[in-house]
């Protein structure tokens, strides 16, 4: 059998058009590269962030024209589409979630709200470093390990923390039975303590003087998750140093609830909140 004869075959005809997709955006991905690399247009981490999500792109492109070449070969697709009012209902439905969650990821993307490698919290209770931008979605590690995938279109309120200053927020949730006479007592005590101990930390002006001191912030939520209110503290410190303040900050809070005998809330002890 002549070589002309063999491509014709259907199996082979599908192997050669998946390695030429392969071939292509793997060129396609080596000369963004490239390009990146012989250029300083952008600084290195907005580099990294455009080079993720055109990896992310090829490859979702490289996918949808292999998907199509093999259905063209077994499917009329333009009668398919256009034949069935059922079926071209479905797809829209499905693609307007699909295009909103691509049109914000855009968004987000190009008014560099995000980059690679950011530290976020994503509507206010998911909170880690950006490991994936991909075009539907955002991938996120949390503190406690596990990987957090969101898709643009569920994203209600995005914290960056990436902006050389960090608001360390940390909380404690205490039962509903607690006196919040007692409790604001207690814990501006612990705003003031830290004020005293870590003040060295804070972000401050020209002049020296506190971007934002540490400060309680009495009860910023109701009823979490029907076991008590929040009660927060929170403080504007240098990027390098948000990571070791955090932990000093919840250290203070645990021990001022000890030796005060705040009551926790039922479920669980204490929390943090970490952002902007």
Not at 43 to 50: G, P, S
Not at 71 to 90: E, M, P, Q, Y
Request: contains cysteine.
């Amino acid at each position: 059998m002549d070589f002309l004869g063999l491509f014709k075959q259907l199996p082979v005809q599908i192997l050669t058009v998946a390695l030429l997709i392969i071939i292509t955006v793997y060129l396609i991905r080596k000369s963004i590269k490239l390009f990146f690399d012989k250029t300083s247009i952008l600084d290195e981490k907005r580099e990294e962030t455009l080079m993720h999500f055109s990896n992310q792109v090829t490859k979702v492109l490289g996918l949808v024209i292999f998907f199509i070449f093999v259905l063209s070969n077994f499917f009329d697709l333009t009668k398919l589409v256009t034949g069935s009012v059922v079926l071209a209902s479905a797809l829209a439905l499905i693609l307007q979630h699909i295009i909103r969650d691509y049109i914000m990821g855009l968004t987000y993307l190009f008014e560099r709200q995000i980059h690679h490698g950011d530290y976020v919290i994503i509507n206010g209770n998911r909170q880690g470093k950006i490991e994936e931008i991909s075009m539907r979605h955002l991938k996120i590690r949390q503190y406690d390990g596990y990987l957090y995938t969101v898709s643009y279109s569920n994203i209600t309120e995005l914290q960056n923390g990436n902006r050389g200053m960090r608001r360390v927020n940390e909380s404690l949730v205490l039962n509903y039975r607690q006196n919040p006479d007692d409790a604001y007592k207690v814990i501006e005590e612990v705003a003031n303590t830290c004020n005293e101990k870590y003040g060295e930390y804070l972000l401050k002006d020209e002049n020296g003087v506190p971007v934002e001191s540490f400060k309680f912030n009495q009860i910023t939520e109701l009823n979490v998750d029907f076991r008590g209110h929040r009660y927060s503290l929170t403080g504007v410190v240098k990027e390098a140093d948000f990571v070791e303040v955090g932990k000093k900050v919840r250290y203070e809070l645990a021990i001022a609830a000890y030796k005060n005998d705040l009551m926790m809330a039922e479920s669980g002890g204490l929390e943090s909140q970490q952002g902007l």
